[in-house]
């Protein structure tokens, strides 16, 4: 038989060496693919999880049928801020509606609604977007104090949104809390990050 080009060139020893090289960078590419991939899986699990929104409440922000990715991990080390909008379930079933509402005031603080604006801890807050004056009060019309993980939401359609001044939703639970609304990647003409 033969030589080859290969025998030509390399002596026995290297070319088991460049056989061991390559072999060391197949093994580096598979552990690197399999990092990248489990990262994918981490982020998909904690960063990404998707959402519609499913009612008219946050117009002005969001719309109904929206798709919307929600950062599920930004609330495991931090908690959720005046004004970041939060998706959450009313109810304990994992079925039920994911409900998209605006943080108002959160653990400790005192809130309440009064000639159509929002007061917390006796002072009336100063919201960047231009909001209706609010018509129904509901149950915030008496002041409400938060218990230590308790929050208090409103949709941004103030006046044609159910939030937490109905007893439908009420005070939000922390437990109940989804994640913050990121990113609407539908419909593509509005694509972007959610404030």
């Not at 960063?47 to 950062?71: H, I, Q, W, Y």
């Not at 109810?91 to 998209?100: E, G, K, P």
């Not at 000639?115 to 909001?131: A, F, K, L, M, R």
């Amino acid at each position: 038989m033969g030589r080859t080009d290969t025998d030509k060139r390399y002596p026995g020893y290297l070319k088991e060496y460049v056989w061991q090289q390559k072999a060391r960078k197949v093994s580096r590419l598979i552990v690197e693919l399999v990092a990248v991939v489990a990262l994918a899986l981490f982020c998909a699990v904690y960063f990404c999880r998707m959402a519609s929104v499913p009612d008219s409440a946050m117009e002005g922000t969001l719309s109904n049928g929206d798709k919307v990715l929600l950062n599920s991990a930004s609330y495991i080390l931090g908690e959720p801020k005046r004004g970041d909008i939060i998706a959450f379930r009313t109810a304990d079933d994992s079925n039920a509606t994911v409900i998209f509402r605006r943080v108002i005031a959160g653990p400790g603080e005192t809130v309440q609604i009064r000639e159509g604006s929002v007061y917390v801890n006796g002072s009336p807050i100063h919201e960047t977007g231009d909001y209706e004056s609010i018509v129904n009060p509901g149950i915030a019309e008496d002041p409400i104090t938060l218990s230590g993980n308790e929050y208090f939401v409103l949709g941004d359609n103030r006046n044609n949104a159910e939030d937490s001044r109905h007893p439908g939703i009420g005070l939000v639970n922390k437990s109940a809390v989804l994640g913050k609304a990121w990113l609407r990647i539908r419909p593509f003409s509005s694509f972007g990050t959610v404030h």
